[in-house]
């Protein structure tokens, strides 16, 4: 497709339970990042890939998020034992390159832990 | 540490009045701004930006101003229209040496009126 896109739009799981979303970027942008936007806050940075560059995870609040992105392309974000706290919109976001400013934006996914 | 701090979460104004959004940060190693549009179960889109070496970029009704010692930037929409009542986010780069990674404010939502 022409956009970044996302899936599942929608995620409903259990406490406890683990979950993975999916990107597929643009063809042919090698950068890409994973945020979430909590109710009421900004875009919190998650973590980005460059190319074949070790990741930058700097952004991942515990041990229990994880991301992988397979062989340049499509990535997945990975939460174990998912918390209340989870409860967010996970957003993936593209770029042509590390020296391009703008991001190109996935529709998101709405994770909700019950 | 809010570095993009973004402190009206909310604006309204009437349809073809001036809308100010404003945007402040506290890395002076930023060095380019952008501002994003999101609306509801989308993606943030780019909207427009400007270089730490202007202090001015017009792009149609959208003109974002910048204000370096001040370490402020403001969007202003004019006439504002129905259509862009949506999220904006303010978002800065070049405190990391990676010209995409992003950092992002909070937020300020605008309704413009009828």
């Known amino acids: 497709g022409a956009g970044v896109s996302q899936s599942p739009s929608n995620k409903v799981t259990e406490k406890g339970k683990d979950v993975e979303l999916r990107c597929d970027p643009i063809?042919?942008?090698?950068?890409l990042y994973w945020y979430r936007q909590s109710l009421g806050q900004g875009l919190e940075f998650l973590i980005y890939?460059?190319?074949?560059?070790?990741?930058?995870k700097s952004g991942l609040p515990s041990d229990r998020f994880s991301a992988e992105r397979t062989g340049g392309s499509v990535s997945t974000l990975t939460i174990q034992r998912t918390q209340q706290e989870d409860s967010a919109v996970y957003l993936c976001?593209?770029?042509?390159?590390?020296?391009?400013?703008?991001?190109?934006f996935g529709p998101g996914t709405r994770l909700t832990v019950t | 540490d809010q570095q993009v701090k973004q402190n009206s979460p909310s604006l309204s104004v009437q349809e073809g009045r001036i809308s100010i959004l404003n945007c402040d940060y506290t890395n002076s190693m930023f060095d380019y701004f952008l501002w994003y549009k999101k609306y509801p179960a989308e993606g943030p889109t780019f909207l427009i930006s400007i270089s730490s070496i202007k202090d001015k970029n017009e792009d149609g009704r959208f003109t974002v101003f910048l204000n370096k010692s001040a370490k402020h930037l403001s969007l202003h929409i004019v006439p504002s229209q129905p259509g862009d009542s949506a999220v904006y986010f303010c978002a800065a780069s070049g405190s990391t040496g990676t010209a995409s990674k992003l950092t992002f404010g909070t937020g300020t939502r605008l309704q413009v009126t009828l």
């Open positions: 976001a593209t770029t042509s390159g590390p020296s391009s400013y703008e991001q190109y």
């Open positions: 063809s042919g942008h090698t950068a």
């Open positions: 890939f460059q190319g074949n560059s070790a990741p930058d």
